[in-house]
């Protein structure tokens, strides 16, 4: 896939299929969206997604915020999906200034020779969000690319959004999350060094360290999985601070893996999450943690019927 980053103007070589938006997550929804431009390579389309590398609603509001997943997630994401272009623009004036049919016109027909667009019924484009799929439709007509406006994706009554699968993260609901995304939920990194509680305990685990825009659920215990070299190792996962043993100013993510042995120190991990048992706790000594863990990986076993 061609990944272009940090630019405001683009080359496409021949026609593309092309959708716009945050694609925060790569959920469902954003799914459905890529479903309609894939199809654009059977009539020999470029698929191409056009998107931001910080997301603009947030900018404008003057809001740090977190994503559900970090730009280099969302790359490997669109990747694995089969997109052969990723266009993620910088958030700067020339762009945030842009009106909607100066955005269709010099970027969407001039730059992208865009063929064909896919969008959702609510996107909202160019200086402030005066463009939208009607806009889009009738200058369509005019530059002779073809829009297809995409119906959301629902979920238990409910449109299915980034907002929506943050409201599920935040509640520490997994399996809902999972379901939205299509794909369970992951946090990404390699993994670091830490101060080796886990080895002195007998319980190695591995340390990531997440952006901080990184979404993370609530702080506690989780089962998840992991995949090494084509083998996946279930295991339980402390995100937080690990307060019995103090010091730590970063939020981690430390994870006990089931029947694994080797030294991962290094290697890049995706570790992903299945269902929540407990908030973090601190205890008293290490022998008590030790027994705490000890519980929290019968816990995960039996869910996973894995016998000890």
């Not at 997604?49 to 509001?61: G, Q």
Request: charged letters at 25%.
């Amino acid at each position: 896939m061609n990944y272009v980053t940090g630019n405001t103007h683009f080359h496409m070589e021949g026609p593309c299929a092309v959708s716009l938006g945050k694609f925060d997550g790569v959920h469902r929804g954003h799914q459905k969206l890529l479903r309609h431009v894939l199809s654009g390579k059977d009539q020999g389309l470029a698929a191409v997604i056009f998107t931001f590398e910080k997301n603009p609603t947030r900018m404008l509001s003057g809001l740090s915020g977190q994503n559900i997943v970090t730009n280099e997630e969302r790359r490997r994401l669109l990747e694995d999906a089969g997109v052969d272009h990723l266009l993620e623009c910088p958030f700067v004036p020339e762009i945030s200034l842009m009106e909607a049919k100066t955005f269709i016109k010099e970027i969407l027909v001039e730059q992208l020779h865009a063929a064909f667009v896919a969008v959702g019924v609510d996107f909202r484009f160019g200086h402030q969000r005066r463009g939208y799929f009607l806009m889009l439709e009738r200058m369509g007509k005019q530059y002779g690319f073809q829009v297809e406006v995409v119906e959301k994706e629902k979920s238990h009554n409910r449109d299915i959004s980034s907002t929506y699968v943050r409201e599920a993260l935040h509640e520490g609901n997994i399996p809902l999350a999972n379901e939205l995304l299509g794909y369970r939920y992951f946090v990404s990194g390699e993994v670091l060094h830490g101060r080796q509680i886990g080895r002195t305990l007998g319980l190695p685990t591995t340390n990531l360290l997440p952006p901080p825009d990184k979404l993370l659920p609530p702080n506690g215990v989780y089962l998840t999985r992991t995949l090494l070299d084509e083998e996946e190792y279930y295991g339980i996962t402390n995100i937080g601070y690990k307060p019995t043993v103090g010091g730590e100013t970063h939020k981690g993510v430390e994870t006990f893996l089931f029947g694994y042995e080797g030294d991962l120190y290094g290697r890049f991990l995706n570790v992903e999450f299945l269902e929540y048992e407990r908030p973090e706790q601190k205890f008293k000594s290490l022998e008590e943690l030790k027994a705490r863990i000890l519980s929290d990986v019968h816990w995960g076993k039996s869910k996973i019927y894995v016998k000890s």
